[in-house]
């Protein structure tokens, strides 16, 4: 390819030239002799691959940034089963399990807790749709028979003391999103003071999906300060380059688990309609 490239443009600048100034004839190149088999699907992803393997070893910073890019290119929404572990009032939590649908045109989250629920058994978020008191809230479905025999639904502030004391993080800050901008926020915020330690530990699999292992280091200044964690371990997926599962730890050691965050059967080419957000939908 590279030869027919260089014999066309010879012939092009020929052809440019006035007469008096044309050199020699330049000889044709019989373009079939040379020309190389055209790539197919599968040779271009098996480049990609080996330039986000060396990326993962030389750049880990660049994979995340490049991650994000196919994020906002690829991805309107998704299923998936959510697997939630936190550190709260010193106390780790059960591991709670998830179904979620996640909807990035006007932000939506619906969430059934299927193991392990606190107060609440379903709720709804969509973005700038209900406040109560002022402030965002979320459509909220209590947990237990009874509760829900005297109260079908309910709007909770999603930053309000209800919602801090079951999770550390909102539910409008849930998702893959939002989890590639901070790990990639934090260690940008670290890099740019040299305090910054990420490096790729290997690979391994998360529900027999193949992912590439990041370990990261910044100055661990408590959850409410300006690093929420002192180590970070990170499985991106190898295809999708989504975050799925998360390891966040107090002490280098990891054996202080801030909060453990995993996601399976994803699905992204679902199409999710205004009805998958409707709380009359699962009877709210």
């Given amino acids: 390819m590279?030869?027919?490239?260089?014999?066309?443009?010879?012939?092009r600048c020929h052809n440019l030239l006035s007469a008096d100034e044309r050199p020699a004839p330049v000889p044709v190149i019989d373009a079939v002799a040379v020309a190389q088999p055209e790539l197919t699907v599968a040779?271009?992803?098996?480049?990609?691959?080996?330039?986000?393997?060396?990326?993962?070893?030389e750049k880990p910073i660049g994979v995340l940034r490049e991650a994000q890019k196919r994020y906002r290119q690829?991805?309107?929404?998704?299923?998936?089963t959510?697997?939630?572990?936190?550190?709260?009032?010193?106390?780790?939590?059960?591991?709670?399990?998830?179904?979620?649908k996640y909807r990035e045109n006007r932000k939506s989250v619906y969430m059934h807790w299927t193991k392990n629920p606190g107060k609440a058994r379903r709720v709804i978020y969509i973005e700038d749709k209900w406040t109560k008191d002022g402030l965002p809230a979320a459509l909220c479905q209590p947990e237990g028979s009874i509760a829900r025999l005297l109260v079908s639904k309910i709007l909770m502030p999603i930053n309000g003391p209800d919602?801090?004391?079951?999770s550390r993080r909102t539910i409008d800050q849930f998702g893959f999103a939002n989890a590639l901008g901070l790990i990639l926020k934090y260690s940008v915020m670290a890099d740019g003071e040299?305090?910054?330690?990420?490096?790729?530990?290997?690979?391994?699999a998360v529900h027999d999906r193949p992912t590439y292992v990041f370990e990261r280091t910044v100055p661990f200044?408590?959850?409410?300060?300006?690093?929420?964690?002192?180590?970070?371990?990170?499985?991106?997926?190898?295809?999708?380059?989504l975050p799925v599962l998360c390891e966040s730890y107090a002490d280098l050691a990891k054996t202080q688990l801030l909060g453990r965050y995993e996601y399976a059967n994803i699905r992204l080419d679902v199409a999710l309609t205004d009805a998958d957000f409707d709380g009359a939908t699962y009877g709210m």
């Fill in 2 to 11: 590279g030869v027919c490239l260089a014999a066309a443009f010879a012939i």
């Fill in 43 to 57: 040779d271009v992803r098996e480049s990609m691959e080996v330039a986000i393997d060396r990326m993962a070893r």
């Fill in 74 to 80: 690829r991805v309107m929404g998704y299923t998936c």
């Fill in 82 to 100: 959510f697997y939630k572990q936190e550190l709260i009032d010193g106390k780790l939590t059960k591991r709670q399990e998830v179904q979620v």
């Fill in 163 to 166: 919602a801090k004391a079951a």
């Fill in 194 to 204: 040299g305090t910054l330690k990420l490096a790729l530990k290997g690979e391994a």
């Fill in 221 to 241: 200044t408590g959850e409410d300060g300006k690093y929420p964690d002192h180590v970070l371990v990170y499985h991106l997926d190898k295809e999708t380059l």
